[in-house]
């Protein structure tokens, strides 16, 4: 009786540890989309500079 428990303690901690990992790397995912998505604004106001630029030496 008393190992079933123990082996139902240790499962609940290895559950626990897992759910932190996995918490961890969704934050880290979530920091990584964050950075991605700044880096397509910089990237389109750059083209937009670029081709207004384009636009206003053509004329």
Known sequence: MYLGVF???????????????KQH???LIEEDICDLEQDVKELEAMTA??????????R
């Open 25 to 27: 790397l969704k934050k």
């Open 49 to 58: 500079k670029q081709e207004k630029y384009a636009t206003s030496v053509r």
């Open 7 to 21: 082996d139902l303690n240790e499962r609940l901690e290895q559950t626990r540890k897992i759910l932190r990992e």
